[in-house]
């Protein structure tokens, strides 16, 4: 029988993330990043709808004291500017709720200086409760959901005016809209892809349902970041 190139590689990046994640894990950092343990469609009640879920979640996991921001981007209108996820995050450094550091600064994380700077992974993009995300590497019989939303290009920036169209938008509509007409920029946190491994900017989604979503690998999950980093 043939070896699977995808588990090879992927079993030599999790010996060497896990070698990197036995060197650093400190409970003493408080957790200031999560992956979203809760799924939902593409109608989060806009950028406001989506923080609250995130402080919701980090409140009910002990972080409640720290402001939460999702990692969003939304589109320009006539009457409102776009709105870059990487402006609403602070700038870290962050840490997962094992207490390892998956970026020190907004730089790190995007790669603004050198690529591939952070350790958003699949076994440190972690939800709020400590608990892994399927990936493509996961339990026999469960489903894929390495597909985060950002709406987001490989900066953290929206993408500009003229790249997408009114159905076409890649933030279903600002995350106000849950219709498989609509579509949504996503990341693989674990960094497997057959040909693009961005954690925050990989493809587009299907439509903005949660069976959407679904259909393309994703559970409507989206990364959380505190803003007051402490």
Known sequence: MKNNPIIFVMTIIMLLISNMVAGQSNRAHEMTFFVTSTTQNGNLGGLEG?????QKLASAAGAGQHTWRAYLSTHGTQSTPAVNARDRIGNGPWYNAEGVMIAASLADLH????????LIYRETALTERGELVNGRVRPEGTGNEHDIITG???????????TTSAGNNLTCNNWTYDGSDGSAMIGHHD?????????????????CSLDDFRSTGGAGRFYCFATDQK
């Not at 900066?155 to 003229?162: E, I, T």
């Open 50 to 54: 989506a923080d609250a879920i995130c």
């Open 191 to 207: 960094r497997l892809s057959g040909w693009n491994t961005s954690w925050n900017s990989s493809h587009a989604t299907r439509g």
């Open 111 to 118: 790669g603004d200086i050198q690529r591939d700077s952070n």
């Open 152 to 162: 987001s290009d490989s900066h953290g920036r929206a993408f500009p005016h003229g």
